[in-house]
C-alpha cells in the first residue's frame, strides 16, 4: 500500500511540475501562442 501511494505521489508532482512549467511558457512567451502573419495584420 505505501509504495502504491508513493508511486501516485511521484506521479502528482511530475504533472504538477509539467503544468508550472508549462504555465511559466505561456506566461514569458505569449507570442509562441499567436498564428498570424505580419501581412495577416496589414491586411486587418
Known sequence: M???KSL???IA????LAA???GYN???YPA???RL???SLEEA
Open 32 to 34: 509562441m501562442l499567436r
Open 8 to 10: 501516485i505521489m511521484g
Open 13 to 16: 508532482a511530475v504533472v504538477i
Open 20 to 22: 508550472v512549467l508549462a
Open 26 to 28: 505561456l506566461y514569458r
Open 37 to 39: 502573419r505580419d501581412a
Open 2 to 4: 505505501g509504495r502504491k
